[in-house]
């Protein structure tokens, strides 16, 4: 085994380097047909990696991925989930490198995505396909299905497993997604946040309205989108009525344990570019981001910001709002109470809309799950070292 | 000069269209050809109307159009102060009939700048040109003063005027560019708002990051700046420390006569487009927009708002603050005000950025001033009617 995975690893980086080129930007129409390409690649390796029944499906979004080897009589199944869909790589001149270049240097490979989550799409296919060539077969029943919706949502997802149970029936499912401790510390996950996404508007009635002739006698839809914004958290913690009822608390042995793995607040901060503290009291920053929820304002807009200037009282603005949400909080009830908060809180005259955008529920899972002692198992056989147990503040559907 | 003014009317007109379709848009800056073409126009116009030492002077913005008529030996001299540049038109949507279509239709003419401050202009001109044509002379000595920036704060009038004193000097200055009462209700307006636009910014260090990894332990600008402006103002009240220090406060029997004189709150939120009351508590809407200060949002802008959802938090967010200001408020003062109650309120770990805009100081004029008589009694000759004595809420330089 070794041996052949030694004689592929050149072909193997050349075929992730492949993989990361394709821009597979799910929020981007444009490239709706970079997204379908990066499919049909991916179903074209998985085939030659010696899975069956290897299939592009449509759901209504960006294709599914599925594939499958079934052959493990009386064995558990194993669903490997992930994602081929990346985050919008932004402008061209944050980057140091094209973003989609998949160049290799100083033992890196680099491009947007190719940590999250094609890189560990493709380790998955590699063992898959070195297990098949080397030995014949696998030991467990393999069930593959890789999205391209998980970084807006996965909106297309959910409904189509409600009608297609028996494709992803497994008694265990592995989703490598969420970040190790360090390079040589490899670490198990055992929750994830979820994620209700929404965006807000205010708009006034009629026309834009000149400031000089009106300001001071009408509601201004910006400033009082920034006051609905500013009102819903202090200090770090959400001010919705109810946000924090379903939250599910540890206990300080947990806390405890918790903190012994996790990075410290120094290691956490440098990694978000030296950071300083900041968020909700009582809690460290790697439970902030873990065992906490959170809500960042990731779009806000409103008036006039183009070249020169433009005097006028705006008719609208819109926000988008991302609550991370942690066990048992549930984005339904979520979406209740911010409504019924924002309601109470619309100035005169203006008029609020809602448009929900996403809605994952949080997960945690037991640590007494027999599949997690094989996976630590399997961890300090590669790495020659203990995973560490960790919570992640990202969201998987 | 009746029956002369009558034959012109039709040739004024043509006149007044070809003015009114000149885009002149000074915040645009692919609108600078037109802005030259229409000065162009302007002081060809000027030329026809019989007034001397026509030029267009580049003050380092779009040109000044002067010319003058300086015969009227030991008469007082009227500079005549408009602007040929109009506001962003705004999507073409909002738009009934092409923004600078110049259409006449109902006995109105359609077109951005009709109103503000091309028709104006245009009517001095004509009184001029009938004057110089029936009688061969003006009664006093007149210089016009025409610029392109006054929609975007005249920022190069001001040091170009320190250093051309000579070329304007004059006893009164006339300006057309306030509201009248009514269709049939001149008025004398004795009082200017002022301006000090500012844009501000957050900017936290580093890159974008994962909103799901760090949300929560990490300062989010988006955010943050939401919470600047929402103190910024407290139920129509700015609330920055020493901000009503130079409000000058008129007298219950002054205020009387204005609330004689002016809109009903009624009219004047009718004419916004039936806005709801909202404002400073104890004063008017007109009191409001006119005696009062004011601050409108115009802008702002922060994280992702384009096709489908990014899950960051952003690296920084912007705004556009305007503030009208009255007697004797100084934006020097203002900013200093302003710049200090900000920088108490920047969270940890962002950049504050303040980028002067625009400062226009505002203006009262005394009622008892000689020249105000005339101007009242021409108006009652012209229009049958006595004028009203108004405030403004707009801004001149």
């Not at 592929?8 to 709706?32: C, E, G, H, I, K």
């Not at 985050?87 to 160049?103: I, M, T, V």
């Not at 705006?314 to 949400?325: D, E, G, N, V």
Request: aromatic content about 6%; hydrophobic content about 45%; charged content about 20%.
């Amino acid at each position: 085994m070794r041996r052949y995975l030694e004689a592929q690893a050149p072909a193997f980086l050349q075929d992730l380097r492949t993989f990361v080129r394709f821009p597979s930007v799910s929020a981007d129409p444009a490239r709706a047909e970079a997204m379908r390409g990066c499919a049909r690649w991916l179903a074209g390796r998985l085939e030659r990696a010696g899975l069956e029944h290897v299939r592009r499906v449509d759901a209504g979004g960006p294709p599914l991925v599925l594939a499958d080897w079934l052959h493990a009589a009386g064995r558990p199944t194993v669903l490997i989930y992930g994602h081929y869909d990346v985050q919008p790589e932004g402008p061209a001149s944050a980057w140091s490198r094209p973003a989609f270049c998949g160049d290799v240097s100083g033992g890196f490979l680099h491009g947007r995505g190719s940590a999250d989550d094609k890189g560990q799409i493709f380790a998955h296919v590699m063992a898959l396909q070195a297990l098949l060539s080397v030995t014949g077969r696998l030991p467990v029943n393999v069930r593959c299905l890789f999205e391209g919706e998980e970084e807006i949502g996965s909106e297309h997802l959910r409904p189509w497993l409600d009608r297609h149970l028996a494709d992803v029936r497994a008694d265990v499912v592995v989703i490598s997604d969420t970040p190790m401790r360090a390079r040589n510390r490899p670490a198990l996950t055992e929750s994830l946040r979820g994620l209700y996404n929404v965006e807000i508007g205010l708009a006034r009635g009629g026309e834009e309205l000149h400031a000089g002739q009106f300001g001071g006698a009408v509601t201004d839809p910006v400033a009082a989108l920034a006051r609905l914004i500013a009102g819903l958290d202090r200090d770090g913690r959400v001010q919705i009525p109810g946000f924090y009822d379903d939250v599910r608390t540890l206990s300080p042995a947990h806390r405890r344990a918790l903190a012994l793995a996790a990075p410290s607040d120094r290691e956490l901060l440098a990694s978000a570019g030296h950071s300083p503290p900041c968020g909700e009291p009582g809690f460290s920053a790697f439970e902030r981001t873990t065992i906490r929820p959170a809500l960042t304002v990731t779009g806000l807009a409103g008036g006039y910001l183009g070249a020169g200037s433009k005097n006028a009282i705006a008719t609208h603005a819109k926000a988008r709002l991302s609550f991370r949400l942690v066990p048992d909080q549930d984005p339904v009830r979520v979406q209740r109470a911010l409504v019924s908060h924002l309601a109470g809180a619309v100035p005169r005259g203006c008029r609020l809309v809602v448009r929900p955008q996403a809605a994952v529920r949080p997960v945690a899972i037991a640590r007494g799950a027999p599949a997690l002692a094989h996976a630590a198992a399997a961890f300090e056989t590669g790495f020659g070292r203990t995973p560490v147990w960790l919570r992640a503040g990202g969201t998987v559907p």
